[in-house]
């Protein structure tokens, strides 16, 4: 049994892994975007059901990734081992298969916003490599049915695998390391317009030391500092293109702004603040000169997406800006090296974009980003929320003095007011802590006399217009979270 399905299976499967790894080998060497299991994946993300999406990023967090590339090669194993089984009696399936893993992969690197026609190359020469590979060793059946030639040719295939693997990491690995150390030797100029310092009170955890990362970028661009540029065109008066030299010779301005993700739940981990050094956009914009119409600014990054940002909240004052740093340093390169757009007051997807390489001025009626197209609202404002950070959900607290403690926000308009409720009692104000501007979150704490049970804990906030917190639950698609965070725990 194992002659007839088991050998002819793993003879598929490590075709096919020496086929995989060969075209990512020549894609990390040449075009890292155009390898088959990222270009794969990309396709996979885009098909995907918002629901769908919003339910792996709530379940999984930041392993949402990896669990899809795992999902992706296991898929891809056992399709290309029921190849090797049916090569047994009909050889010509050999290349049937490589041509169907071939086209797969073809097809989605050349799906990508990005691609180019060369994206194609790395998957047909992989699977050219699989079916030649599975087709040499169906030919030398009768040989490997011998358990000892079996076993030399499938270490053979599995060590070239292993090298090719192995050797597209150290490529990987190598361009990693060159754009990290071009990143270390950028010297930031200080700030022509440089932050307010944080106000005596403010508690520990107001800048946040692990922000956030939600994107679709299944492998992380590395982008060449020295070759980067952007482009800004479409609705202006004088079309340009900037360096990063010519980004950090203009004032810089820094900031404490909080940003936050539209697929944040309520009491959700996808909100941060930390201190951004940037070039801000409405001078540029006006230096370039807007047309009245536009009223959509398209900022596109290396890989392809698309962010769209109404002009308007560009224009109005607030500190719209082209960030070439975060606390201190160079954007690290998850977060957007070299060069990200950051809005404040609204949702990332509508005016963070991260790796940007251009941007374009047009209309909502003209042109639709990438989230939009896929159901989200267009223009993102954020809207009023609030969290409870301590105690944890389900914690068990002393009786006595108790205290209740978090984060509330809405960027642009501030903070009012904050109130927690214990159980079904009336609303009691919070303390809010100090902050510089209404773009960041503000902290707030609760003195609690706790007593022994089990109680409920909500919060709500009013914002700086006298608006109340919505309580009505609602999901974060289409236009972001509404409710109040509440939170059980045990008082002993």
């Excluded at 990222?38 to 990023?57: C, F, S």
């Excluded at 081992?81 to 050349?110: E, H, I, K, S």
């Excluded at 307010?196 to 970028?217: E, I, N, Q, W």
């Excluded at 590395?222 to 980067?228: M, Q």
């Amino acid at each position: 049994m194992l002659r007839r399905t088991g050998r002819p299976a793993l003879t598929g499967v490590l075709s096919a892994a020496l086929g995989v790894a060969a075209a990512e080998l020549l894609a990390a060497a040449t075009r890292p975007a155009a390898g088959p299991l990222v270009a794969v994946g990309g396709a996979v993300i885009d098909a995907t059901p918002t629901g769908v999406k919003e339910l792996a990023v709530r379940t999984l967090g930041t392993a949402d990734k990896p669990v899809l590339l795992g999902g992706i090669v296991f898929v891809l194993a056992a399709f290309t081992a029921a190849v090797g089984v049916l090569t047994v009696r009909r050889r010509w399936v050999a290349f049937a298969g490589a041509a169907v893993f071939g086209l797969a992969g073809a097809a989605a690197a050349l799906s990508r916003p990005a691609s180019m026609s060369y994206d194609a190359v790395p998957s047909l020469l992989g699977a050219a490599i699989a079916g030649g590979t599975l087709w040499t060793w169906s030919r030398s059946r009768p040989a490997s049915a011998d358990r000892r030639a079996f076993l030399r040719i499938a270490l053979m295939v599995t060590g070239g695998a292993i090298l090719a693997g192995g050797a597209a990491k150290t490529v990987e690995r190598v361009r990693g390391g060159a754009v990290a150390k071009s990143r270390a030797r950028i010297d930031l100029p200080p700030p022509a317009d440089p932050a307010k310092p944080l106000p005596t009170g403010v508690a520990p955890g107001f800048y946040s030391d692990d922000l956030y990362r939600v994107d679709t970028a299944l492998s992380l661009p590395r982008v060449d500092v020295g070759t980067w540029s952007l482009r800004v065109h479409g609705m202006v008066r004088r079309e340009t293109v900037l360096s990063f030299e010519d980004l950090l010779e203009r004032p810089l301005i820094e900031r404490d702004i909080t940003l936050n993700c539209v697929s944040n739940e309520v009491g959700g981990p996808y909100v941060g603040t930390v201190r951004w050094l940037g070039v801000p956009l409405a001078p540029l914009l006006a230096e370039l000169g807007v047309d009245p119409a536009a009223d959509q600014l398209v900022a596109r990054s290396v890989e392809g997406m698309t962010i769209g940002t109404p002009v308007a909240t560009i224009l109005d004052g607030r500190d719209a800006m082209l960030c070439v740093g975060m606390n201190g340093e160079p954007l690290p390169i998850e977060h957007g090296f070299p060069v990200r757009m950051l809005t404040p007051g609204l949702y990332g997807y509508a005016g963070a974009c991260k790796w940007v390489a251009e941007l374009e001025l047009t209309t909502f009626a003209d042109f639709d980003a990438y989230w939009v197209r896929r159901g989200w609202a267009a223009r993102g404002p954020v809207k009023t929320a609030s969290r409870i950070d301590k105690p944890r959900p389900f914690a068990r607290v002393p009786a006595g003095k108790a205290t209740v403690a978090g984060v509330a926000w809405a960027q642009g308009r501030g903070i009012r007011t904050v109130e927690v409720r214990v159980d079904d009692r009336p609303w009691q104000k919070a303390e809010l802590l100090p902050v510089t501007s209404s773009d960041t979150w503000v902290q707030w704490r609760y003195e609690w006399a706790a007593t022994p049970g089990a109680h409920t804990l909500a919060v709500r906030a009013t914002d700086g217009t006298g608006e109340v917190q919505s309580e009505d639950r609602a999901t974060p698609f289409p236009s972001g979270a509404t409710g109040w965070h509440t939170i059980t725990a045990t008082v002993e």
